[in-house]
């Protein structure tokens, strides 16, 4: 298997609940990132992983919190999530900063 | 404030002709964009770049202009196929100073039969 891996692919989760993203990938980069996507809205970033070492927080609530135990796995842990969190949440990877390789999401969905 | 800016949220071209997508960026700190392509239930795909020191950048079907004193660039794919139907993402980067990279919103591109 090549690429960014991402799973699950869908998720269905109550505001009490607690659940894991979790993304792999397969190309040897050395930086990985968190991204949402809303509806209409441009693609945000949230967390950046360069060598395992968190070099990037945008702002992000603290109901979502990384993991990068490695260079090739990277985790979203979610809790106590609001209905307005439901969105495409993308994985990334990169070798070179500027092109980015994504996974194809976990469409989140918060009840 | 959006920094990069798709005005376009949809655009139908016949097969066969020009598709022109469009894309404004306001950080004059922008030295580096991208294009990038999204089918619906995959991750975004890297589509062709373009830097700021080039005005012009072609692979393929797929052009991309960058006009720096307007602030503007465009992606052009000729020969417009029924596979080039998906979201289309500008983004930019400032790699001088090491920024993210800031994606617009999409533009959704329809190739008509």
């Known amino acids: 298997e090549t690429g960014v891996t991402q799973t699950p692919r869908h998720l269905v989760m109550g505001m009490t609940n607690k659940k894991s993203l979790k993304c792999e990938q397969h190309?040897?980069?050395?930086?990985m990132y968190w991204y949402k996507q809303s509806a209409k809205k441009p693609l945000e970033l949230m967390f950046v992983?360069?060598?395992?070492?968190?070099?990037e927080n945008n702002s992000v609530p603290s109901r979502f919190s990384p993991e990068c135990p490695n260079s090739s796995h990277l985790f979203l842990h979610l809790h106590t999530l609001q209905p307005e969190d439901s969105a495409l949440y993308l994985c990334?990877?990169?070798?070179?900063?500027?092109?980015?390789?994504f996974g194809s999401g976990t469409q989140l969905s918060v009840l | 404030d959006q920094q990069v800016k798709q005005n376009s949220p949809s655009l139908s071209v016949q097969e066969g002709r020009i598709s022109i997508l469009n894309c404004d960026y306001t950080n004059s700190m922008f030295d580096y964009f991208l294009w990038y392509k999204k089918y619906p239930a995959e991750g975004p795909t890297f589509l062709i770049s373009i830097s700021s020191i080039k005005d012009k950048n072609e692979d393929g079907r797929f052009t991309v202009f960058l006009n720096k004193s307007a602030k503007h660039l465009s992606l052009h794919i000729v020969p417009s196929q029924p596979g080039d139907s998906a979201v289309y993402f500008c983004a930019a980067s400032a790699l001088r100073r090491d920024d993210k990279i800031i994606f617009g919103k999409g533009t959704r591109l329809h190739i008509l039969p």
């Open positions: 990334a990877s990169s070798q070179v900063k500027e092109k980015l390789f």
């Open positions: 190309l040897g980069h050395n930086a």
């Open positions: 992983y360069s060598l395992e070492e968190r070099v």
